[in-house]
């Protein structure tokens, strides 16, 4: 039966695993207990050094000729700069302006 020969092959795997890593036995279980905490500790070491987050600060600055730009619809109140503030990436921040035509030309 092909089950019988998978069972066998698996016991004699097994077997030979556990010769390989019998050294083990040895060690005392407060030492085995110091190696796990040591793996476990480089283990999240290493997975907060591969994720990282980096912020980028970003603005805009307006220019305009013959036309004022302003942050209320009044036109009161000039708008020289924009802050986009903190943008989740794939995010979007709207932002509502202004434009008033100061200029003689139609």
Do not use: H
């Amino acid at each position: 039966m092909p089950t019988n020969r998978y069972i066998a092959v698996a016991e004699r795997l097994l077997r030979d695993l556990f010769m390989k890593f019998s050294f083990l036995r040895k060690l005392s279980p407060r030492l085995i207990l110091i190696i796990a905490a040591i793996v476990v500790l480089l283990f999240f070491t290493t997975a907060g050094l591969l994720t990282v987050t980096q912020t980028i600060s970003s603005s805009g600055t307006i220019t305009a000729l013959n036309v004022g730009v302003y942050s209320d619809s009044a036109c009161t109140q000039s708008l020289t700069s924009i802050s986009w503030g903190q943008i989740a990436p794939g995010g979007s921040v709207p932002k509502t302006i202004y434009i008033k035509n100061t200029g003689n030309a139609l």
